[in-house]
């Protein structure tokens, strides 16, 4: 975390990874931002999810492991655990081993009979998975469009290691975000209510907390960016003065109004996403969306 910190800070344009973001406090405050008024993908990719569980259920067969990249609460999971047949497994994976603890109970009391096998991880370089049936078909779930927070590269290598660990009949279900005006994506990442804003600045908290920083939490503001020329929606932690802050011995000077790049959230047009699905050894079998056509959720094999 201080190596990535550092060599974040370093650059022309500051950055940390958003993967920092998801600490305990982030994660739940990720959760409060899904039920926000402005943040459309939840709701959204849920009613998509539930309208299609009957087809995706019928395609996917009966005794699958359903593995979840980056499973957070695993909400949307509930509509998959309900639909699929006879699951064999459940194997959710994500960076805060807090949110796997105190999901993991709450799911078994509502599925006793489920198989549940947490593992703690980055979702770019797939962990292992746990000794489950090899017999089993593996189901990949990545909801939630979080592959909108990866380059392409990023993706490539995401998609190449889980083709690689669902092995060559295995599928994964992917929410993707669509693009779509800017009067719409704007406000789902700068609510009114300022949790989005608290969720960003609680990256300073977690380094300040965990690698010793001074940052002034009130010397940064939040700011959503809409960046047309890479379809994406950017969050930024913008300085408010000149300033200084000190981190594992190494000060990092800051001007007023420059700014450290906390996440992106691209917004995809499905035939251009099949030429980066096809880089990553897959193709999609079937589309779902909604009316409005803000949201995707696609089933894939492999290539």
């Not at 939840?42 to 259920?57: G, W």
């Not at 000077?253 to 897959?282: C, M, P, Q, Y």
Request: no cysteine; charged share 25%.
């Amino acid at each position: 975390m201080l190596d990535d910190v550092l060599e974040g800070l370093a650059g022309r344009q500051k950055t940390l990874p958003s993967r920092l973001l998801y600490d305990a406090r982030g994660s739940d405050l990720f959760e409060d931002i899904t039920a926000l008024p402005e943040y459309y993908p939840t709701r959204t990719e849920t009613a998509i999810l539930t309208a299609a569980a009957p087809d995706l259920s019928r395609r996917i067969g009966e005794g699958a492991v359903l593995v979840e990249y980056g499973a957070g609460a695993s909400v949307k999971t509930r509509i998959l655990l309900d639909a699929l047949e006879a699951l064999a497994g459940y194997v959710p994976i994500d960076v805060s081993e807090d949110m796997l603890a105190k999901t993991k109970p709450l799911l078994q009391q509502d599925y006793p009979e489920l198989p549940i096998h947490p593992v703690v991880g980055n979702f770019l370089v797939p962990p292992p998975l746990p000794d489950i049936d090899p017999r089993a078909r593996r189901v990949g779930f990545f909801p939630g469009s979080t592959i909108g927070n990866l380059d392409d590269a990023d993706i490539e290598t995401f998609l190449a290691g889980a083709a690689e660990e669902l092995g060559p009949d295995g599928l994964l279900v992917l929410g993707v975000d669509l693009k779509k005006s800017p009067d719409i994506l704007i406000p789902a990442y700068d609510d009114a209510q300022g949790v989005t804003a608290d969720f960003n600045r609680n990256l300073l908290v977690r380094i300040n907390r965990e690698l010793g920083a001074d940052f002034d939490l009130d010397a940064f503001r939040h700011e959503a960016r809409w960046n047309e020329a890479d379809s994406r929606m950017e969050m930024h932690l913008v300085s408010l003065a000149d300033q200084s802050v000190t981190i594992g011995g190494k000060r990092f000077d800051f001007a007023a109004g420059e700014t450290i790049h906390t996440e992106n959230s691209r917004k995809f047009d499905l035939d251009e996403l099949d030429a980066v699905l096809a880089a990553g050894a897959w193709s999609r079998e079937a589309t779902y969306t909604d009316p409005g056509q803000l949201f995707s959720v696609l089933l894939l094999g492999r290539a």
